[in-house]
Antibody
């Protein structure tokens, strides 16, 4: 059974940094691209970043490019999201999600890690 | 950025009725469109990928159609567990999501 467990969320001041982790199990981690998707309170879904199975390729929307960095450690089956220069509008539930196949939509999702950016 | 516009924002139906949800893209996304279902307090669940392919374990009452800029998710006969929010997502030009359609009783 595929399991994705996010951790590392919390309260941070504007301009601060945070690192999210996602521990994966139940599949060959290095065979699949992974993504982070966030959801602000009461709002819709927003894609945040993606990384290939090898970790060689990363993708970001303009809204987080230069501030967020996605990475992975395939030896630990763990995905990361390093977030810098956090803004109030980055407040959201951050989901870790596994791609169904190469750049295909995500067929398994974690339960999310809450990030709150507030002074 | 490719903008996805979903309509209607809210769909009020009864169990057993047919639901038709629309997703329109601001530019062609080919067939690279997916549909997700999200219930309160839960993570999204993949229903349909590449416009018309049902994901694993998804009941046959869910079907997707369309290509280019206009897409439809159809639920042939609503079950009580189908009342939820539905999102479309494109993967042709980066990734973006629609704003969601709430299917309510």
């Amino acid at each position: 059974e595929v399991q994705l467990l996010e951790s590392g969320g919390g309260l941070v001041q504007p301009g601060g940094s945070l690192r999210l982790s996602c521990a994966a199990s139940g599949f060959t981690f290095s065979d699949y691209g992974m993504n982070w998707v966030r959801q602000a309170p009461g709002k819709g879904l927003q894609w945040v970043s993606a990384i290939s199975g090898s970790g060689d390729s990363t993708f970001y929307p303009d809204s987080v490019k230069g501030r967020f960095t996605i990475s992975r450690d395939n030896s630990k089956s763990t995905l990361y999201l390093h977030m810098n220069s956090l803004r109030v509008e980055d407040t959201a539930l951050y989901y870790c999600a596994k791609e169904k196949g190469h750049r295909l939509p995500c067929d398994h999702w974690g339960q999310g890690a809450q990030v709150t950016v507030s002074s | 950025e490719t903008v996805l516009t979903q309509s209607p924002a809210t769909l009020s139906l009864s169990p057993g009725e047919r639901a038709t949800l629309s997703c329109r893209a601001s530019q062609s996304v080919g067939s690279f469109l997916a549909w997700y279902q999200q219930k309160p307090g839960q993570a999204p669940r993949l229903l349909i990928y590449d416009a018309s392919n049902r994901a694993s374990g998804i009941p046959a009452r869910f079907s997707g159609s369309g290509s280019g800029t206009d897409f439809t998710l159809t639920i042939s006969s609503l079950e009580p567990e189908d009342f939820a929010v539905y999102y479309c997502q494109q993967r042709s030009h980066s990734w973006t999501f629609g704003q969601g359609t709430k299917v309510e009783i």
